[in-house]
């Protein structure tokens, strides 16, 4: 079965400083990796997306994901954190198979980023 | 192109009632998929439709329903509401649905069941 695991609920850091919001999962088959940000009474942003090739994948905002199939992690990472950043962050899986359209997501990490 | 957009954003219902909730893709995408989100539970998916079918279900009693028009928009009917169906419903429409496309989110629609 397909699942995402966000083991922080919580990640706090101080503006311009990197930041990483971890994110493991388990599928069957080739993943394929998202990850969303959700600021408050708002839907999903996209940020970025893993598919296949190079495994540091740059998104929106100047976030970047690492893909690391052996750990089967697909964290999310800025160089410098902005207080902007503050926000609701998701990490989403769909497999190779069946299930088509359908994600699967984490729990969610809230990101505090302090001036 | 204008996003994907929910009505109504809010809506106060009470045990017992239906409920229908609207949602309009962006332009040219044939994929709809609904979600509920709750701070318990998290985001659960509940159903996709391409092309007028439905082809995806997640786990969620029958008194959750949907459907898709011919021009992609898209309803979900919760009959005989609970006090446990409060939450954030989003609307997420993509291209064709692909594994590889991502979903593009609606505001939601937020409801409340007293």
């Known amino acids: 079965a397909q699942s995402v695991a966000q083991p922080e609920d919580q990640v706090n850091v101080a503006e311009g400083n990197p930041l990483t919001v971890k994110c493991t999962y388990s599928?069957?088959?080739?993943?394929?990796l998202f990850w969303y940000v959700q600021y408050p009474n708002r839907g999903l942003q996209f940020l970025l997306k893993?598919?296949?090739?190079?495994?540091l994948v740059k998104g929106s905002y100047g976030f970047e994901a690492e893909f690391n199939k052996s750990q089967t992690s697909f964290h999310l990472k800025k160089p410098s954190a902005l207080v902007s950043d503050s926000a609701l962050y998701f990490c989403?899986?769909?497999?190779?198979?069946?299930?088509?359209?359908?994600?699967?997501f984490g729990r969610g990490t809230q990101l505090t980023v302090w001036p | 192109k204008a996003g994907v957009t929910q009505t109504p954003r809010y809506l106060i219902k009470t045990r017992g009632q239906q409920v229908t909730l609207s949602c309009s893709p962006i332009?040219?995408?044939?994929?709809v998929s609904w979600y509920q989100q709750t701070p318990g539970q998290g985001l659960q998916f509940l159903f996709e439709?391409?092309?007028?079918?439905?082809?995806n279900k997640g786990n969620f009693p029958g008194r959750f329903s949907g459907r898709q028009f011919s021009n992609s928009r898209s309803e979900m009917n919760v009959s005989t509401l609970e006090l446990g169906d409060s939450a954030l419903y989003l609307c997420?429409?993509?291209?064709?649905?692909?594994?590889?496309?991502?979903?593009?989110f609606g505001p939601g629609t937020r409801l409340t069941v007293l």
């Open positions: 997420a429409s993509s291209p064709e649905g692909g594994r590889d496309n991502e979903q593009f």
């Open positions: 989403a899986v769909r497999d190779g198979g069946s299930t088509l359209g359908r994600l699967y």
């Open positions: 439709y391409f092309s007028e079918t439905q082809r």
């Open positions: 332009s040219g995408h044939r994929s």
């Open positions: 599928v069957s088959g080739n993943p394929y």
């Open positions: 893993y598919i296949t090739g190079d495994n």
